[in-house]
């Protein structure tokens, strides 16, 4: 029998793919999992607790239940609970998890105070559930994590790390991975040929002691011989002609290259990270209120309304004082920026002699000959802000965001100021993070007003429901009174 002769085979290119390429998210199934054993954990415990009380299972306790899952699912959602790329902690997941069933128990107990439901349930029953259930899930979760930690830890499923860049941004997610345990990563070591540079973050750091392997051509060679399994690059976005060539290379590895963009240069406000049929969108710039203004809708028109109720009476005594101690409307409306830059009347006790609302408008100053005596009264204890509580009512205001400024001082400080207009993201406020630390009043240097724009801003990057009940708790004991309020 004659030696066959092989066949021709020539090396074909790759044929493109007739589908433009997507990014897919990534979902952890472990966490899919979770997100409903903890819905289960809610009734399982209310049944448990009623067995062991000898308590009978009726319908009004599948509806609460049930009306329980729900609502825990909804704000477990909004509180990011189950997403992996958030990388809790094992304390603020558990904070996470007791603020979305503290916020489920009040609505629970509420309609149930409303209704008079209480007459059809045992009360010690439903005290002990409210109280078992979160311990439960938080131990269930903790033990998830420390499984996951000792299960990845071992040589079985390595999953060794190795990072592209010694700077700022590899630091923060080397930091961030020593912080997660239970990804089961483990650090090789950092690969870069640049040379240092202490003065450019974004570029070679140096005078730090970090395990660096060598050079790109370092990473190729241990990349084949099998000593990586995934490869993070945090390079400058300005190095992507070389970032290409060096991922072009890796294709002829096994690893699983990552790539991390170094947008944290920007100034980033309330950045979110979406995906719009498949094609990844950062925003730099944006307002928290994308998701949450129905929330923060909510809680003004909540809290607003009791407080008119609760200070009805103070504010007519304060309208008749206003009346009586000079001539003059009672009420002063004054041209302001509300939320995306948008023209509002703000409302205020009249605690001048003057109304002024035009293209000059100067700001009050100590001793200011403008200001009645009761006026000067009402703005040192913040008195005449009183009425903005109707702006809150109507939406044009919010109890806590920033402060708004007259259009003529807007017009003058977004020149002078970088990102003064950012603060138009959210609705002004009666009270804001700026006011409790102690930037309220007159702002006659540009470094008081950029410091109250810094506070505006960062109220902006990190709002969230919580924040605003400690900004109004604060307000009680720093916001009314002080060496600026006149």
């Known amino acids: 029998m004659g030696i066959q002769e092989m066949p021709d085979i020539s090396v074909s290119p790759v044929v493109p793919s007739t589908q433009p390429p997507v990014i897919r998210i990534h979902h952890s199934k472990i966490l899919a999992l979770f997100r409903a054993l903890d819905s289960c954990l809610v009734i399982f ?24 899952v729900i609502i825990f699912g909804f704000f477990a959602e909004g509180n990011e609970v189950y997403y992996l790329w958030r990388g809790h902690t094992t304390v603020n997941l558990a904070s996470r998890l007791l603020v979305a ?9 509420g309609v149930a105070i409303v209704i008079n439901w209480f007459k059809d349930l045992e009360l010690n029953a439903i005290s002990f559930w409210i109280l078992a259930t979160p311990t439960v899930i938080i131990g269930l979760h903790w033990a998830r994590r420390v499984l996951l930690t000792k299960l990845r830890s071992k040589p079985s499923e390595p999953r060794r790390v190795a990072v592209v860049g010694v700077n700022d941004l590899s630091l923060r997610l080397i930091n961030s991975m020593k912080g997660m345990p239970w990804l089961g990563y483990r650090m090789i070591g950092y690969y870069d040929d640049r040379k240092e540079n202490i003065d450019d973050v974004s570029r070679r750091l140096g005078g730090r002691e970090m395990p660096i ?53 920007f100034d980033l406000l309330h ?11 950062l925003s730099i710039y944006d307002s928290p209120m994308v998701d949450n203004g129905w929330a923060k809708r909510l809680e003004d028109i ?6 008119l109720l609760a200070l009805a009476v103070p504010m007519l005594i304060v309208a008749a004082g206003v009346k009586l101690s000079s001539p003059g409307p009672v009420l002063f409306k004054q041209a302001r920026y509300g939320m995306r830059g948008e023209k509002i009347k703000v409302w205020k006790f ?3 002699t003057v109304c002024e609302d035009g293209e000059n408008v100067p700001q009050a100053k100590r001793a200011d000959p403008r200001i009645t005596p009761f006026g000067n009264f009402l703005r040192r204890t913040s008195l005449d802000e009183l009425p903005q509580l109707f702006n809150v009512l109507s939406g044009t205001m919010s109890l806590v965001g920033p402060r708004p400024h007259a259009v003529s001082h807007n017009e003058f400080y977004r020149g ?32 008081k007003m950029s ?17 605003d009940i400690k900004i109004l708790w604060l307000t009680l004991f720093k916001g009314f009174v002080g060496q600026q309020a006149y």
């Open 45 to 68: 415990l209310l049944w448990v607790t009623l067995g062991v009380l000898g308590v009978a299972w009726t319908n009004s306790y599948t509806i609460l239940g049930l009306g329980a």
């Open 101 to 109: 069933w503290t916020t489920t128990a009040l609505i629970v107990m």
């Open 213 to 265: 392997k060598g050079g790109l051509e370092q990473l190729y060679a241990d990349a084949r011989d099998g000593k990586i399994d995934i490869v993070f690059i945090t390079l400058p976005m300005r190095a992507e002609l070389r970032m290409r060539s060096f991922i072009s290379r890796l294709a002829d590895t096994t690893v699983s290259a990552y790539l991390i963009p170094d947008i944290f240069g």
């Open 271 to 281: 950045s979110r990270l979406t995906c719009i049929k498949g094609i990844p969108a």
């Open 302 to 307: 909540c809290l607003a309304s009791l407080m």
């Open 350 to 352: 009249r605690s001048m």
């Open 416 to 447: 002078q100021i970088k990102g003064y207009m950012l603060r138009h993201k959210v609705k002004p406020g009666i009270t804001g993070l700026a006011q409790i630390n102690g930037f309220r009043g007159e702002t006659e240097t540009l470094d």
């Open 451 to 467: 410091g109250r724009i810094a506070y505006d801003l960062d109220y902006i990057r990190n709002w969230s429901l919580l924040l």
